[in-house]
Every structure is written in C-alpha cells, then in structure tokens.
C-alpha cells in the first residue's frame, strides 16, 4: 500500500493540475488537512481540487468566513482555512460538526488552530517552498487515505 506521494510543482498552473488529479482519485467523504507557510500554494492546490469536482467559478481562500460550501455534482467540498481561528472552541459555534458530517470532501487549511477539535484528516499534505517553485507531500493517515493515495500514485 503506498502511503506517501511526492511531486515537484513548478509552477503554480502544476499545482492546480495535481489539486486536479487528487480531485478525480475521490470518491467519498475524505479529510484533507493542508499545512505549509504563507504562500506555499494551500489554496491554489485547494482551487484545483474543487474546480476538479466540477466548480466552474473562482475559489478564494475563507480567510474571514472561515469555512466556504460548494455544492458540486459527484460529491460536495467544504473548503475551510482556519488561519484567523482564535480559539478552537470558534470551531463548535461554526457548526463544523454537521460539515464533517455531510458526504463531502473537507480541505482545511491551518488545520494546527484547530488542534483537539478536529477529527484526525484521511490525508495530510504539506505544501513545501523549493526556491521559487514548490514541492507537495502526501501522507494517508486513514484506509482511505491509502486507498487515495494508490490511485494518485496510478495516475500522476
Ligand atoms: P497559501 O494558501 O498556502 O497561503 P496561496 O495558494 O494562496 O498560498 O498562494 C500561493 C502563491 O504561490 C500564489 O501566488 C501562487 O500563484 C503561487 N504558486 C502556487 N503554486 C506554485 C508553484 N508550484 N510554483 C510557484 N508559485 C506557485
Ligand atoms: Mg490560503
């Protein structure tokens, strides 16, 4: 079983590729945490995802929301990003109970601000800098994660 995926992206259009390719290896409910610095290309990976279960739109970052829904054809995303999270509790007055609860994928970046609260992910990712281009680590953290990760594996 493979469970840890890694990829030179050298541009930010390769970035939003993988997010693609990770999209179509989904099938179901999935937690994705996303770590790395500022700028390390967390919301674009997310922009490829979502955009790749069919979004036709934009996708910004839920900076000040916190968490964005989008309903989408085969299976839905709740794009959260917790960097303005004060305190963990937000999480319970946000409802992000019933969001993990719906068959949809979860991408959460800064997933650290909600240490304790947070379910463990199925997948962990981290976005790396490398110069000017970056690099992303995939980790399964769950069967289905392994799963996931296999058929990444397959196609990229
Ligand atoms: P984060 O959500 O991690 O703070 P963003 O995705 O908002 O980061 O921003 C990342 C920035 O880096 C964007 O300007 C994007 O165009 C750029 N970028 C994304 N992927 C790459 C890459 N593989 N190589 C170079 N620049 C990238
Ligand atoms: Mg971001």
Not at 96 to 111: G, K, T
Request: charged residues 25%; hydrophobic residues 35%; contains cysteine.
């Amino acid at each position: 079983m493979i469970k840890r995926v890694c990829k030179k992206l050298v541009d930010d259009s390769a970035t939003v590729a993988i997010g693609g390719d990770f999209a179509r290896c989904l099938t179901s409910s999935t937690i994705v945490f996303l770590h790395g610095d500022l700028g390390a290309g967390k919301t674009t990976f997310s922009r490829g995802v979502i955009q790749g279960l069919g979004h036709k739109g934009n996708v910004k970052s839920p900076t000040y929301t916190l968490v964005e829904p989008y309903e989408l054809p085969q299976l839905n995303a709740y794009q959260f990003d917790l960097y303005r999270l004060a305190d963990p509790e937000e999480l319970e007055f946000m409802g992000f109970r019933d969001y993990l609860a719906d068959e949809a994928v979860c991408l959460i970046e800064w997933p650290e601000k909600g240490q304790g609260l947070l379910p463990d992910p199925d997948i962990d990712i981290e976005l790396r800098y490398d110069g000017e281009q970056r690099e992303i680590h995939f980790v399964a953290c769950s069967a289905l994660g392994e799963t996931i990760l296999q058929r990444l594996n397959d196609e990229i």
